[in-house]
């Protein structure tokens, strides 16, 4: 095991993927000779040379179309947005091509590229290096969306992303950069948890408190202190925040009975109500559903992919309506799945 700090921790994450895969690519703004603003890829120019760590211009959009160009190519392109408030340039390219390359191509194409952005508050900068933008790629289908709160799991999910045929959104909390904590580097990834499974940091009974990236740290230290007061507070980092993995949440909230959701993101429509929600829908012994759209695109085609079943083509609940028999047999079934009752009828 080897004390780093998480920005040593991706950097050293960066390397090994690189040593791994020669189609692996660092490219951004200061990323080469700077070593990033944060250096998170300090001396890796300098290891691998100007073709592999590219210092890009000041264009984000460029940055990200690039990239998307390289993964058709058969490379994996790991892209650096210096600071969270920048990335808006490049959205259309993530949210319009990245995401959609693979729906799109009926499962046929996959761009493996990984984004990552430093996100959160607590360093004293000023607009747009301070925000919290990740409920925009959260709410994109087609993209994974991760958060790593320490050194150990920023050093396993960054080569989990990079390694994954997904495009995967990697936020990365600023304010943790200089946190320290032990680090296997010896054992690979190999045994490391799944990049979209949720992690137990503390265990408790009275209530399920739930965290991503910066306030993990902050959470199981509240919880550390209520135990003086003798209460018992369940902490879960979360660690993927599209696919939520509602497994090990659900399970501590039937266990607890109670839930509360932390993060930074503005409270409006932030994942916290989303997370609520299925909370209560699924983790809940009364019988409750929402009436929206699906996370993917409307259909093609009412037939199942007949090439792959990577790309879904078809899905009952694309669109609300006033009559949807099929969805709503669905429903149940799923419910049914899930271990939640409906409700009797008087």
């Known amino acids: 095991m080897t004390t780093l700090t998480l920005s040593k921790a991706l950097n050293a994450g960066l390397r090994k993927a690189m040593e791994n895969d020669p189609k692996v690519l660092i490219m951004g703004e200061d990323v080469g000779k700077l070593g990033g603003v944060f250096r998170v890829t300090d001396g890796l120019q300098k290891d691998f040379g100007e073709d592999r760590v590219i210092d890009t211009p000041?264009?984000?959009?460029?940055?990200?179309?690039?990239?998307?160009?390289?993964?058709?190519?058969?490379?994996?392109?790991?892209?650096?947005?210096?600071?969270?408030?920048?990335?808006?340039?490049?959205?259309?390219?993530?949210?319009?091509?990245?995401?959609?390359?693979?729906?799109?191509?009926?499962?046929?194409v996959s761009l493996p590229v990984t984004i990552r952005i430093p996100c959160g508050g607590g360093?004293?900068?000023?607009?747009?290096?301070?925000?919290?933008?990740?409920?925009?790629?959260?709410?994109?289908?087609?993209?994974?969306?991760?958060?790593?709160?320490?050194?150990?799991?920023?050093?396993?999910?960054?080569?989990?992303?990079?390694?994954?045929?997904?495009?995967?959104?990697?936020?990365?909390?600023?304010?943790?950069?200089?946190?320290?904590?032990?680090?296997?580097?010896?054992?690979?990834?190999?045994?490391?948890?799944?990049?979209?499974?949720?992690?137990?940091?503390?265990?408790?009974?009275?209530?399920?408190?739930?965290?991503?990236?910066?306030?993990?740290?902050?959470?199981?230290?509240?919880?550390?202190?209520?135990?003086?007061?003798?209460?018992?507070?369940?902490?879960?980092?979360?660690?993927?925040?599209?696919?939520?993995?509602?497994?090990?949440?659900?399970?501590?909230?039937?266990?607890?009975?109670?839930?509360?959701?932390?993060?930074e993101a503005p409270v409006y429509a932030g994942l916290g109500a989303e997370i609520a929600a299925r909370v209560t829908e699924q983790a809940s012994t009364t019988w409750r559903r929402r009436?929206?759209?699906?996370?993917?695109?409307?259909?093609?085609?009412r037939r199942p992919a007949s090439r792959t079943t990577t790309c879904p083509t078809w899905t009952g609940s694309w669109t609300p309506s006033t009559a949807r028999p099929a969805t709503e047999g669905a429903g149940r079934e799923h419910d049914r799945a899930q271990g939640v009752q409906a409700p009797r009828r008087r």
Request: proline letters at 5%.
């Open 58 to 108: 000041l264009a984000e959009s460029a940055i990200v179309g690039t990239a998307i160009g390289l993964a058709l190519r058969g490379f994996r392109p790991v892209c650096e947005i210096q600071f969270d408030g920048f990335v808006y340039p490049a959205t259309n390219q993530i949210v319009s091509q990245l995401a959609k390359m693979r729906y799109r191509s009926r499962g046929n």
């Open 123 to 263: 360093i004293g900068a000023v607009e747009h290096h301070s925000e919290s933008p990740e409920v925009l790629f959260a709410h994109t289908a087609g993209l994974r969306v991760v958060a790593c709160a320490d050194a150990a799991d920023a050093y396993a999910m960054i080569q989990q992303s990079i390694s994954c045929d997904d495009p995967v959104i990697f936020f990365e909390p600023k304010r943790r950069y200089w946190d320290k904590a032990e680090v296997d580097t010896v054992s690979g990834v190999t045994h490391a948890m799944p990049l979209d499974r949720a992690k137990v940091v503390l265990e408790g009974t009275d209530v399920t408190l739930l965290a991503y990236g910066p306030l993990v740290r902050t959470c199981l230290e509240s919880a550390l202190a209520a135990r003086q007061d003798g209460r018992s507070i369940e902490v879960i980092d979360l660690r993927s925040l599209s696919p939520l993995d509602m497994e090990t949440i659900s399970a501590s909230v039937r266990r607890t009975g109670r839930c509360v959701v932390a993060h």
């Open 291 to 301: 009436c929206c759209g699906s996370a993917v695109s409307p259909p093609l085609t």
